[in-house]
């Protein structure tokens, strides 16, 4: 098993940045692909960004040159760093892996952006 803990979440103001941050626990085996998923209330659950342990990363087209996600391999850690923040970037942020044959997600850590 493998337990994911988000932090850096808070209140910005619009234009505002924030880092969030994600370790997982220790683990004997790597781990692939990172994620960072976002639900704003009443919506569904969707991707913001990902990143595989080669680097390789992927982005909605929402978040686009405003959020860049990177990662630490050494620490299994992955970071999203989020600039020109806008009121519609409120939302609960997850961190997700996949690993064991499973989904792995983080408990949240929310961000609230102010007009």
């Known amino acids: 098993q493998v337990q994911l803990v988000e932090s850096g979440g808070g209140l910005v103001q619009a234009g505002g940045s924030l880092r969030l941050s994600c370790a997982a626990s220790a683990t004997r085996f790597s781990i692939d692909t990172m994620a960072w998923y976002r639900q704003a209330p009443g919506k569904q659950r969707d991707l913001v960004a990902s990143i595989t342990s080669g680097g390789t990363t992927n982005y909605a087209d929402s978040v686009k040159g405003r959020f860049t996600i990177s990662r630490d391999n050494a620490k299994n850690t992955v970071y999203l760093q989020m600039n020109s923040l806008k009121p519609e970037d409120t939302a609960v942020y997850y961190c997700?892996?996949?690993?064991?044959?499973?989904?792995?997600w983080g408990k949240g850590t929310l961000v609230t952006v102010s007009a």
């Open positions: 997700w892996t996949w690993l064991f044959g499973m989904n792995h």
